[in-house]
Protein backbone atom coordinates (compact mmCIF):
# COMPACT_ATOMS: atom_id res chain seq x y z
CA UNK A 1 0.00 0.00 0.00
CA UNK A 2 0.91 3.67 -0.53
CA UNK A 3 1.54 4.99 3.09
CA UNK A 4 1.48 8.84 1.47
CA UNK A 5 2.00 11.01 -1.76
CA UNK A 6 4.81 13.90 -1.50
CA UNK A 7 4.53 16.22 -4.10
CA UNK A 8 6.49 19.04 -5.44
CA UNK A 9 9.41 17.83 -3.09
CA UNK A 10 12.81 19.53 -3.58
CA UNK A 11 15.91 17.28 -4.54
CA UNK A 12 19.58 17.71 -4.16
CA UNK A 13 22.35 15.48 -5.97
CA UNK A 14 25.78 16.67 -5.91
CA UNK A 15 25.37 20.20 -7.72
CA UNK A 16 22.08 19.22 -9.63
CA UNK A 17 18.25 20.29 -7.66
CA UNK A 18 14.91 20.17 -8.92
CA UNK A 19 11.88 18.86 -8.11
CA UNK A 20 9.72 15.72 -7.66
CA UNK A 21 6.95 13.42 -6.18
CA UNK A 22 7.48 10.63 -4.25
CA UNK A 23 5.03 7.54 -3.45
CA UNK A 24 6.14 6.13 0.37
CA UNK A 25 5.79 2.65 0.53
CA UNK A 26 7.50 -0.16 2.70
CA UNK A 27 10.01 -2.19 1.39
CA UNK A 28 12.65 -4.75 2.74
CA UNK A 29 14.58 -4.70 -0.46
CA UNK A 30 15.49 -1.14 -1.10
CA UNK A 31 15.92 1.61 0.65
CA UNK A 32 14.76 3.69 -2.85
CA UNK A 33 12.90 3.26 -5.87
CA UNK A 34 13.36 5.64 -8.64
CA UNK A 35 11.08 5.38 -11.27
CA UNK A 36 10.52 6.55 -14.95
CA UNK A 37 9.14 9.47 -14.46
CA UNK A 38 11.88 11.38 -12.02
CA UNK A 39 14.91 9.37 -14.30
CA UNK A 40 13.03 11.00 -17.18
CA UNK A 41 12.92 14.51 -15.90
CA UNK A 42 16.28 14.27 -14.10
CA UNK A 43 18.04 13.39 -17.12
CA UNK A 44 19.07 10.80 -14.75
CA UNK A 45 21.23 7.39 -16.42
CA UNK A 46 22.15 4.77 -14.29
CA UNK A 47 25.38 3.12 -15.01
CA UNK A 48 25.90 -0.85 -12.80
CA UNK A 49 28.77 -1.61 -14.60
CA UNK A 50 30.59 1.75 -13.25
CA UNK A 51 28.28 2.04 -10.00
CA UNK A 52 27.17 5.62 -10.51
CA UNK A 53 24.21 7.60 -11.81
CA UNK A 54 25.01 10.07 -14.11
CA UNK A 55 22.48 13.19 -14.35
CA UNK A 56 23.22 14.47 -18.26
CA UNK A 57 21.27 17.80 -16.90
CA UNK A 58 22.88 21.03 -19.39
CA UNK A 59 23.13 23.56 -16.15
CA UNK A 60 25.15 20.62 -13.46
CA UNK A 61 26.23 17.53 -15.16
CA UNK A 62 27.78 14.93 -12.70
CA UNK A 63 28.24 11.44 -12.04
CA UNK A 64 26.69 10.39 -8.29
CA UNK A 65 28.93 6.60 -7.18
CA UNK A 66 25.86 4.40 -5.65
CA UNK A 67 26.30 2.84 -2.37
CA UNK A 68 25.87 -0.88 -2.65
CA UNK A 69 23.60 -2.44 0.67
CA UNK A 70 23.27 -5.85 1.15
CA UNK A 71 19.93 -7.79 1.61
CA UNK A 72 21.49 -9.08 4.57
CA UNK A 73 21.89 -6.15 6.26
CA UNK A 74 25.76 -7.12 7.40
CA UNK A 75 24.32 -10.27 9.38
CA UNK A 76 26.82 -13.23 9.26
CA UNK A 77 24.71 -15.56 7.02
CA UNK A 78 26.03 -19.44 7.62
Known amino acids: PIYAIVRDAVVKIEGWSG ?3 FSVVQTDDFQM ?3 M ?3 CASK ?3 MPHLRTVNIMDERHPCMVPTVP ?3 DKGKVVE
Open 19 to 21: RAN
Open 69 to 71: TRK
Open 37 to 39: EFL
Open 44 to 46: MVP
Open 33 to 35: ILG
